[in-house]
């Protein structure tokens, strides 16, 4: 059974809108991504585990609470990379993974061009971070990579996903559950999903 998230929350619903529009231009563009990215990644984090921790406030002892598990933010470049910064600021002592993937224009499968993990997993829940689920083959290379790796928990997190890339994703891996925003109608001819928002890496950065 696929787990998959999709927020109604009226915040990312009203953003999402004004990240779609042909008119946003990139600066604005990337700030509406980063504050999604935060507002998804609280929703992907809530059974992230935590332990107890005693403080003193100013007035006596309290008991608290502290993160148990240790983060590592995975950013599929380019476009995954809007996503990380905001998410960051929430969880300081995240560590970030690159991984970098292209999608081939052609055959539309991913090329991997990048990726600096360290020999074993340092972190214990991994958030995939990229705007795009369209085919989902980018997605599934990465948690294949993430899993040979030997990351145990991993979640995508994205911005809008085809019932194509959902399919994919969650048939080759059902333990990674799926963050989005929105879930679009189709892929079109060449990949791209409809009506999404075009391309997100050259609406980031400027580029296309
Ligand atoms: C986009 C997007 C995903 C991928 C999704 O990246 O950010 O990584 O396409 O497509 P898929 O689900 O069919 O694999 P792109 O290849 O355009 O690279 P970029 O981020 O460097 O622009
Ligand atoms: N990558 C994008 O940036 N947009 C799409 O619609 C599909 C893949």
Known sequence: ????????????????????????????????VREIAIMLAYEATQDLDVGPKAVETPMGPSDGFEL?????????????LGMVEGIWEMMPSA??????????????????????????????VCLILDPMLATGGSAVATVDVLKRWGA????????????????????????????????????????YIVPGLGDAGDRQFGTG
Do not use: C
Not at 6 to 20: A, E, F, M, Q
Not at 68 to 80: F, N, Q, S
């Open 68 to 80: 148990k598990e240790h983060i590592g933010l995975v950013p599929i470049l380019r476009a995954g």
């Open 152 to 191: 145990q928990r991993i979640k995508y997190v994205g911005l809008i996903a085809a019932p194509e890339g959902i399919e994919r994703l969650s048939s080759a891996h059902p333990d990674v559950a799926i963050h989005l925003a929105a879930v679009d109608e189709r892929l079109n001819n060449i990949g």
């Open 1 to 32: 059974m696929a787990d998959v998230h999709v927020s109604n929350h009226p915040l990312i619903r009203h953003k999402l809108t004004l990240l779609r529009d042909k008119r946003t231009e990139p600066k604005k563009f990337r700030e509406l």
């Open 95 to 124: 560590e970030v993974w690159h991984i970098g993937l292209y999608r081939d224009e052609r055959t539309l499968r991913p090329v991997e061009y990048y990726n600096k993990l360290p020999v074993a997993p340092t972190v214990q």
